[in-house]
């Protein structure tokens, strides 16, 4: 077994750009872009993808025309990982690797959603599942003839939804109730 050359030991990634999206905290973002169910509109959330200052809008211009991009992104709040997880699908712990938990070993997270617009510094989206600030580490071009497997088996997954339904992927859970007060702020 040869090992990885120490300069791939310690990769280096830089945010190309941050989300702006409605989401605050994540028991408000869905748990996939197209499970929206249980989300406070419950319809696709828009979002706006700010590329940082200074990157060069020739990085990003040919965009226009595709209907959708993958977003990869650092899961920026998670806290370390565990190499089993529990899923929200229910079925019991399964491998960190055969999820899509934000507890990762390198918590770097997959969307594809929806391009709105190409505008001045910035993508409008929609459909996200990301929370206000991810940082953005790359984008590509959604290409249906490369990226679409729609026979592909699904493992576990094909498991839950033949006894529950297909996509029987539950919506984000409802926030617990606040003390009343508590969010209220006095300059007294």
């Not at 211009?61 to 997880?85: P, T």
């Not at 699904?154 to 606040?178: C, E, H, L, M, V």
Request: charged share 20%; net charge positive.
């Amino acid at each position: 077994m040869s090992t990885a050359p120490d300069s791939l030991h310690a990769l280096s990634c830089h945010p190309i750009a941050f989300v702006r999206s409605p989401y605050a905290q994540r028991i408000d973002a869905p748990h996939q872009p197209t499970v929206v169910a249980g989300t406070e509109t419950g319809a696709a959330a828009e979002a706006v993808v700010e590329f940082v200052p200074g990157f060069p809008s020739a990085a990003f211009r040919d965009l226009a025309g595709f209907a959708r991009i993958w977003l990869l992104f650092a899961f920026h709040r998670s806290e370390g990982w565990k190499a089993e997880v529990r899923p929200p699908r229910g079925g019991g712990k399964r491998s960190v690797l055969a999820t899509r938990s934000p507890h990762r070993p390198n918590a770097i997270g997959l969307s594809a959603v929806e391009l709105v617009a190409v505008e001045e510094g910035a993508l409008r989206v929609r459909g996200v599942d990301l929370l206000d600030g991810t940082p953005i580490l790359d984008i590509k071009p959604y290409v249906p003839y490369a990226d679409a497997f729609p026979q592909a088996r699904a493992g576990w997954i094909d498991t839950i939804d033949a006894a529950q339904g297909r996509r029987s992927a539950p919506g984000p859970r409802k926030p617990r109730a606040r003390p009343r007060g508590a969010d209220d702020v006095s300059a007294s």
